[in-house]
Every structure is written in C-alpha cells, then in structure tokens.
C-alpha cells in the first residue's frame, strides 16, 4: 500500500512540476499563439464591404503571396470567412477586385497593372481595385 501511495505522489509532482514549468518557461510564454495573425484579419478587412458598392455580391482576390503557400492559404481563407457573405473569388474576373499583399513590392506590382484601378488604398497591404471595361 505504501508503494502504490508513494507511486501516485510522485506522478502527483510530476504533473505539478510540469505545469510549473510550462507557466513559468518564457519560451513557452512567449510563443506565438496565432502565427499567421487569423485574428488581425478582420481589421485590416473591416473597411473591404463599406468601400465596394451596395448591393455588390463577388470581389476578385489577387495577392503577392505564393501559390499553395499556408501564406496563401490562411489569407485566402481568412478574407473568404471575414467579408462573408460577399463571395471571394480567387483572380480579375469580377468588377471589384481587393489587393490582399504581403509586401509593398507586390503591392506595387499590382497597381501597375494597366487592367486594374485604384480605388481606395485602406493600408497595412489592402488595397480595392476596379478593372477597367466595366
């Protein structure tokens, strides 16, 4: 009986030790708990739906990010779930286009595109575009 007894105490430490550890470690404090700033999104994209007109229903997405990329992947989907239920759709096929850039160097290479016009630059990499022969 007093094995088992001394048995459970030293597991009892062990997680108490343990969970000591981990609220005291800075490393494990200081750990990046949203990576990719999911979070953030929504106000960089706060002002995407009251700078497109009423009633518009579909934005075009373009981006500097990698194709495929998490990069990619996470703002993509990000700006798909904050600005529904306006439909996201990736490429210049609809009349309102928004700028998701993680750079300013593709930020630039956007708005040197002769199809595209500035509309409204909302900062921190959003950018709204209309394409022109609409």
């Known amino acids: 009986m007093r094995a088992q007894y001394g048995i459970l105490a030293a597991g009892l ?13 800075p490393t494990v404090q200081n750990a990046p708990r949203d990576p990719y700033m999911v979070q953030a999104q929504e106000d960089r994209l706060a002002q995407v739906i ?10 075009g997405y373009v981006t500097d990010t990698a194709p495929g990329s998490t990069l990619d992947a996470t703002l993509f989907g990000t700006a798909q779930y904050t600005l529904a239920p306006l439909l996201v759709e990736r490429g210049r096929d609809v009349e309102w286009i928004l700028g998701d850039f993680s750079t ?6 956007a708005m040197a595109d002769p199809s595209l016009h500035l509309v409204r630059d909302l900062g921190n990499g959003v950018v709204i575009f209309r394409r022109s022969g609409r």
């Open 50 to 59: 009251p700078t497109l007109p009423a009633g518009a229903k579909a934005v």
């Open 104 to 109: 300013p160097a593709g930020e630039r290479a």
């Open 13 to 25: 430490l062990a997680v108490i030790g343990m969970l000591v550890f981990a609220a005291t470690d």
